[in-house]
């Protein structure tokens, strides 16, 4: 079973910083890889497909990229509305998926 | 308006069995993979299990496999997942999911799974 390691678990950053979060996969999954965002209470919204696709009506600030074995969603710049917990999945292996551990992201 | 409508979620001693249901509306259920997320209080996603549009794939996690099984019926537009032998970790909120992965996917609202004598 492909395995994905996502780091950091939890950052501390304000409005208006650059934001780096990572997936790392135990083996290629070329881009098969998506990212959610999860605010309290609610279901996952998809903010990245395919490794680099913006999903519509997303703010352009969200931005992923790799392929293979590694994985970055990067936030531009950090809006207020972006205080949530991130995951990425990978659906390479179908019908066997992986989530990340996911990331909670807080206000410094 | 795509929807998907879990149900079944409740209260369960360990070793019991429950069924949950989710009901589709808004696309045509028979073209999409349909998958089963979960999440316990407070912690992170697990994916659970997946099944093809035709029924002719389906996976399951380690931590389920050989304990629950997903079906589907194309025809009442509803996914299921049975889940036997319940334990205290099983707990937790399940999603049934469209499309698992995909920028076309679709989430439901969810329903709580709790284990506990």
């Known amino acids: 079973d492909i395995q994905m390691t996502q780091s950091p678990s939890s950052l501390s950053a304000s409005v208006g910083d650059r934001v780096t979060i990572t997936c790392r996969a135990s083996q290629g999954i070329r881009d098969d890889l998506t990212w959610y965002q999860q605010k309290p209470g609610k279901a996952p919204k998809c903010l990245i497909y395919?490794?680099?696709n913006l999903q519509g009506g997303v703010p352009s600030r969200f931005s992923g990229s790799g392929s293979g074995t590694e994985f970055t969603l990067t936030i531009s710049s950090l809006q207020p509305e972006d205080f949530a917990t991130y995951y990425c999945?990978?659906?390479?292996?179908?019908?066997?998926?992986?989530f990340g551990g996911g990331t909670k992201v807080e206000i410094k | 308006e795509e929807q998907l409508v879990e149900s079944g979620g409740g209260l369960v001693q360990p070793g019991r069995s429950l069924t949950l249901s989710c009901a589709a509306s808004g696309f045509t259920f028979e073209n999409f993979a349909m998958h089963w997320v979960r999440q316990a209080p407070g912690k992170g996603l697990e994916w659970v299990s997946s099944l093809s549009y035709n029924s002719g794939r389906k996976g399951y996690a380690d931590s389920v496999k050989g304990r629950f099984t997903i079906s589907r019926d194309n025809a009442k537009k509803t996914v299921y997942l049975q889940m036997n032998s319940l334990r205290p970790e099983d707990t937790a909120f399940y999603y049934c999911?469209?499309?698992?992965?995909?920028?076309?996917?679709?989430w439901g609202q969810g329903t709580l799974v709790a284990v506990s004598s």
């Open positions: 999911v469209k499309a698992l992965g995909f920028n076309y996917g679709q």
């Open positions: 999945l990978q659906h390479n292996t179908y019908p066997q998926l992986t």
């Open positions: 395919a490794a680099t």
